[in-house]
């Protein structure tokens, strides 16, 4: 009964509310900055106040446990409406990638036969192309820069609140690896250097004052203290590098004074922030330092075994999509989780078949990927994110010197930062993180679909 109401319900927010919202906001393009404002600042929610789940199954360890609905979404689609029946500047024609990633996930789907349990895979078709809503609002919703302003705005706005949110959290509530609103702080991390790159371009350049400048250096403070209090090594990594590469460029542009005012603010926040949480991220280092003394391997490198095992038994179309919890453990996926009992059994544990009934997922994205949808799927994926890459790095040249150009440029490093990160994190399997990079990945597309008709 409660699946039935969730439909109806998601019925009227789809069917109903989505186009009456679209042809409300048709005329009113202030409106639109502000909806697709919230739909980035939804991100930072918890899950539960943004979404809902059919069919939900809370036992699967998969990526997917249900057929989402999604505030987002039905932003989204309220966006894709207005576009299309307002005549607000927003140019014809095809959108770039659209068809691409609808590909991958056409190409990922025929994993559905011969998988564990297709009804899984069904689920993560449903999430993964209904994506492709948010993708082509992000890409019909810019425009200008005008339109940009707002998106930065809004994720330097929602970084401000989570840095508050998880100062309060270290030092009120006691939390030691801070996670904010998200499910776990490699999440949250990832989320906060990917926001905070777009916000430092706008920062470094002296067309942007006032409110929004000052917004920008709040935003981008609380994204290195969000990520200094959850105690990833690879988020701070990429924070750090990803800044120093915009600030190279900058000064490579041509030194000013915003630059030089900008560069010196960040390195004495760098100091500041570092102090304060120090202690927590050497207990983090020296933590991981003794555990990989008792270990050769640890289990990231084994659920990667049974990630190439499972690629070698189906090498075009894989095991399954969202079917890696399946088959990596007992009692259906016995030859997988096989694997993981030996390294277990080599460390002196005592095996029990129900100890291996819900094994976790491998922690790379790109092992996700080949063993559930195969050299199709992983392969057609890539094809997508270098081609954001390729639309990043063509759209910060061209229109360098602009402010378009300069978040072009945070988008080329972020992208390629993520992208390099998925080796080790399946980040972008969560609802809130996929939703995020896609709606980045999109402007990236509404960048290349201006370029191509020369506005």
Known sequence: MKDLIKMLVALALYGGLAPILGGWLAPRRLWQRAVFAGMLVLTIMRPG???????????????????????????????????????????SGRIPGLGWYLLWCGVSMLSIFGSYEPTYALMAMSRFAKGAIIFAAAAVYLRDEKDLRWAVGALAGALFHHGLLCLKMRLLDGS??????????????????????????????????????????????????????????????????????????????????????????????????????????????????????????????????????????????????????????????????????????????????????????????????????????????????????????????QRRGTLMGAVALSFLIGLTICYSHGTVERILTQTKNLSHWLMLAGMVAGMERLRRVGR
């Open 49 to 91: 106040n943004f979404m809902m789940m059919i069919g939900s199954i809370e036992t699967y360890r998969g990526h997917t446990k249900g057929y989402e609905i999604s505030l987002i979404e039905v932003l989204a689609l309220a966006l894709l409406f207005a576009v299309r029946r307002g005549s607000n500047g927003s140019p």
């Open 176 to 397: 030691w690896q801070v996670k904010g609103w998200f499910e776990h702080q490699n999440p949250m991390a990832m989320w906060c250097y990917l926001s905070a790159l777009p916000v430092l371009a706008l920062m470094l350049e002296p067309k942007v004052k006032g409110r929004l400048f000052w917004l920008c250096v709040a935003g981008y403070g609380g994204a290195g203290l969000c990520i200094l209090l959850s105690v990833s090594r690879a988020a701070l990594a990429a924070y750090a590098v990803g800044s120093m590469m915009l600030l190279l460029a900058a000064w490579l542009r041509g030194p000013n004074l915003r630059v030089t005012m900008v560069s010196v603010m960040g390195a004495i926040g760098a100091v500041v922030v570092l102090v304060f949480a120090l202690d927590s991220f050497k207990a983090r280092l020296n933590e991981v330092e003794q555990s990989s003394e008792v270990v050769e391997e640890d289990l990231r490198d084994i659920l990667n075994k049974q990630s190439a095992a499972m690629l070698r038994a189906s090498p075009l179309t894989g095991i399954g999509w969202n079917n890696f919890g399946v088959a990596n453990s007992r009692p259906r996926g016995g030859e997988f989780s096989e694997i993981l009992e030996e390294w277990d059994q080599e460390r002196g544990f005592t095996i029990y078949d129900e100890n291996y009934y819900a094994n976790p997922l491998t922690e790379s994205l790109y092992w996700l990927w080949l063993a559930e949808t195969g050299w199709l799927g992983f392969g057609s994926f890539i094809v997508f994110a270098v081609m954001t890459v390729w639309w990043a790095l063509r759209n910060a040249w």
